[in-house]
């Protein structure tokens, strides 16, 4: 059987792209293997519907709507390798036949990459984040940090005030903040710490305390530190999308503006492609992506006019 679409990853972009295609009666298969970075959060911050409710809640209602629609089909696992072939693509999961579809979209996301420090690893997604808006409610009016260099170092910084009049800038050492990024810092009421950060204390899975090189400790409740990303799979260059550097991560994948790569019939929605993640916008990237899949695939049986104007 000849798959038209194959949607690898099923979160918040896979899923969506994945209701569009059983929407349009497409034959779509989504290969999954339950790793969203965002499943180590207690909640979704800022999700219209979903606010404050657990990531998995969200994945989990979107298999139970796909459910819905025959020409869907749900698989658990993970693709190791795809190639194209004369008739499209074929995808080796890691159990199971290999698959044969028309289309792929590349949905895997990313993978975040916090700083390697003793302490951190059991607070990630919780008290120690990447990102204030889907962190910044819960932790509003409590002690928090932001661990950055350069410019990061000032943008996390007076980001934070936005939720806490109580913020402090480790720069881990760094020398990078000139006397006027020191002015405005001081001017906004951000403390600068310069001292060696050497580990992070907690308490039931709650941060404590930030411990230095010279062996004092700063008590806080909350750490924002850079987290860039990088991808979760080979499988785009597999296919033969190129990857560039980004803002945020060094191997984002390119896309147009509806969302093909330079391999025909491989597309790319959500944190694989985007300059900045966020589950709001990979739910519109996917419903993006998969109408103008159905429309490449009407081009193809009838001759609809594409790409679309």
């Known amino acids: 059987m000849q798959w038209e679409c194959a949607v690898v990853g099923a979160g918040a972009a896979g899923l969506s792209a994945a209701l569009v295609l059983g929407r349009a009666r497409r034959r779509t298969v989504v290969i999954d293997a339950d790793e969203q970075s965002n499943r180590v959060s ?15 809640e969200l994945y989990a209602a979107g298999r139970r709507e796909l459910a819905s629609y025959p020409s869907v089909e749900y698989r658990h696992g993970t693709v190791r390798s795809g190639r194209p072939v004369d008739s499209g693509f074929v995808l080796e999961p890691d159990d199971g036949d290999p698959i044969l579809t028309k289309r792929v979209l590349l949905a895997t996301g990313m993978q975040y990459c916090p700083p390697e420090l003793p302490g951190l690893a059991e607070l990630w997604g919780t008290s120690v984040f990447q990102c204030p808006f889907c962190h910044g409610w819960e932790m509003r009016d409590k002690r928090l940090a932001t661990m950055a260099a ?11 005030r936005g939720w806490s009049d109580d913020v402090v800038l480790l720069t881990d050492g760094s020398t990078d903040l000139s006397p006027a990024d020191v002015n405005v810092l001081q001017s906004a009421n951000v403390t600068i710490d310069d001292r060696r950060v050497v580990e992070l204390h907690s308490d039931n899975g709650q941060l404590t305390a930030i411990a230095f090189a010279d062996g004092d400790r700063l008590v806080r409740d909350g750490l924002l530190v850079e987290a860039p990303l990088r991808q979760r799979s080979p499988l785009a260059q597999q296919l033969g999308a190129e990857c560039t550097p980004g803002p945020l991560a060094a191997d984002t994948i390119n896309i147009d503006e509806i969302h093909r790569t ?9 944190d694989v492609c ?3 993640p966020y589950v709001a916008g990979a739910i519109a990237a996917g419903s993006k992506a998969a109408m103008i899949i159905v429309q490449s695939l009407l081009a193809d049986e009838f001759g609809l006019p594409y790409p679309p104007t």
């Open 274 to 276: 985007s300059e900045q």
């Open 42 to 56: 207690s909640v979704i911050g800022g999700l219209l519907g979903y606010d404050q409710r657990p990531p998995a």
């Open 150 to 160: 350069g410019e990061e170092a000032m943008h996390s910084a007076l980001m934070l």
């Open 262 to 270: 330079v391999t025909g019939g491989v597309f790319a929605a959500g």
